[in-house]
């Protein structure tokens, strides 16, 4: 491995040094990670806001049944996306990663060439061949109504590849910020901005169609840009390719991947296979779900690049460190969104629409599997980071199966909550095995004293909420004073039981980047740096 070099790609202050010293690397990791963190939650937050309004929009203006249908198309749209990338997010953001440890820049350029060039092919055989099958496939799903969001769906998916791939490349330089101002800002922005000129025109549900298109396309090409101005940073160098060990990588990845978005989104397919009219209920509480976990993603992508980068230079310590503190931060994060999940399903669902407060037991039914999805933490990513693509695929590929074999079994009898039980069901079975297997990889646990505090906080937060709406029983009221005792009752625990030195150290990293705001100096070129753990 040739040497690192010695400047930090983000500055250093002379606290942080002393700490550094006394405590060893962990602690700069822990920093830089929050850094990535802390800008992808806000992104996040923003990302899942905007998504958020998009389906309350359609449900208000068009009703739930053409939520169902936007949600059907879009499950396509993920499934195929991921057909397309053939596993290159994964592959992109973990090669790129180690290229610039070992400051090898021919294998970096030929990896992005490689990965972006297969990706985009692959891309517009499948857009062809799903807009020539496209009546066929909305006849198969019960609805000829589809076939025109179908077609569309495939003018999007090339834009949406091209989109994906570029910034899983730049995750790799261990920045976010590419990452949450395309991915999660502009293009969830721009799509929620045309659709709301879509439907005041009475463009209707093809105008929210014709909305994926804007935003996937503009949003690929500003990606294009964004890594392009990476590459700048890195030598001049002849690309070197290696498809071996980028395919061997990412062909693995990419079944782990598809089996993992199946998982997700093969519940609604099988809604419309066995034409159940409740689609768009089962999305709108999927989509409060959603909103409840929208914390992990974020922190997946600011973690991945470190696990990748610590466990190629062997520093276990580390890992087991970044992962125990991630999965904290998951946690308590997204837990008093989880006890208003539990404790107001009913008052939550009636925002999107009155008649829809019956998916209320799919709500709490999805929210169980979901939490322990939370209290487990990124330990797929762990898993591919540390290149056990193969045992993630294993996992994911199970999953998907029980998943599919319940959803058989459970929906013509008991319907949606029938396929929630399904999801759930799979969800925490997938995430106790990783679990175990994350223990004999590295040899840590997700749990730690925080995120027991956490728990207790969410006990008192849940009694409170309960005491709360039997007080106030009448809607919207019950909503808006239920979330508010919830989330006061949640915080003043957590501050009363107080917080970690990782709460702490991650307090005063966001607090001094706020600070320092867009004066500070920019990254350096070129490859991660051992002296900062964080090219931000």
């Not at 995120?451 to 919207?476: E, S, T, Y």
């Amino acid at each position: 491995m040739t040497e690192q070099p010695n400047r930090p790609a983000t500055p250093v202050t002379a606290a942080e040094a002393e700490a550094d010293e006394a405590t060893g690397s962990g602690d700069r990791h822990v920093r830089g990670m929050a850094r990535g963190g802390g800008l992808n939650l806000v992104g996040a937050l923003l990302s899942q806001a905007a998504v958020f309004l998009i389906m309350l929009l359609l449900a208000r203006v068009l009703g739930v049944r053409e939520v169902g249908r936007y949600a059907q198309c879009y499950a396509v749209l993920s499934l195929f996306g991921l057909l397309s990338l053939s596993g290159f997010r994964a592959g992109l953001t973990r090669f790129v990663a180690v290229h610039l440890a070992d400051d090898d820049a021919p294998a970096l350029r030929g990896t992005i060439r490689l990965g972006l060039g297969v990706s985009v092919g692959s891309a517009v055989l499948l857009a062809t061949g799903l807009a020539a099958a496209a009546p066929w496939l909305a006849e198969q799903l019960n609805d000829p109504g589809l076939t025109t969001g179908l077609r569309l769906v495939a003018l999007t998916l090339p834009a949406t590849t091209i989109c994906e791939a570029a910034l899983a490349a730049t995750r790799g330089w261990r920045t976010q910020r590419p990452f949450t101002y395309i991915g999660q800002l502009y293009e969830p922005g721009t799509r929620l901005l045309v659709t709301v000129l879509a439907l005041v025109t009475g463009a209707g549900l093809t105008g929210a169609f014709w909305a994926l298109v804007v935003a996937g396309w503009s949003a690929a090409v500003l990606a294009l840009v964004a890594l392009a101005r990476l590459l700048r940073r890195v030598e001049p160098a002849r690309p070197v390719y290696r498809p071996r060990q980028l395919f061997g990588f990412s062909t693995v990845s990419w079944a782990s991947s598809l089996s993992s978005t199946g998982l997700i989104w093969m519940d609604t397919l099988l809604l419309g296979f066995f034409a159940n009219p409740e689609i768009g209920v089962y999305n709108v509480a999927t989509r409060l779900v959603t909103v409840a976990i929208f914390v992990l993603a974020p922190i997946n992508a600011s973690f991945g690049p470190y696990i990748a980068y610590l466990y190629h230079q062997g520093s276990l310590p580390d890992v087991r460190r970044v992962y125990t503190v991630a999965t904290g931060w998951v946690v308590r994060l997204s837990l008093p969104a989880f006890v208003a999940l539990l404790i107001l399903p009913g008052d939550l669902l009636r925002v999107f629409d009155g008649s829809i407060a019956t998916g209320a037991t799919v709500t709490v039914v999805l929210a169980l599997g979901q939490l322990v999805n939370a209290a487990t933490g990124p330990c797929g990513t762990v898993l591919n980071m540390s290149g056990r693509v193969a045992l993630n695929m294993a996992d994911n590929v199970a999953a998907l199966v029980i998943n599919v074999l319940l959803n058989l079994w459970l929906i013509p009898a008991y319907g949606i909550v029938g396929s929630a039980v399904a999801w759930s069901v799979s969800l925490i079975v997938v995430n106790i095995a990783r679990v175990w297997q994350v223990r004999y990889l590295i040899g840590a646990l997700p749990f730690s004293p925080g995120m027991l505090k956490g728990v207790a906080a969410a006990g008192v937060a849940a009694l409170a909420g309960l005491g709360a709406q039997a007080l106030v029983p009448q809607w919207p009221w019950s909503l808006v004073v239920g979330l508010t005792v919830i989330a006061g009752s949640y915080l003043a625990v957590v501050l009363a039981l107080g917080l970690s030195k990782e709460d702490v150290m991650v307090l005063r990293t966001l607090r001094r980047r706020r600070g320092r705001g867009r004066n500070g100096p920019p990254p350096t070129a070129g490859t991660p740096t051992a002296a900062s753990g964080a090219a931000r």
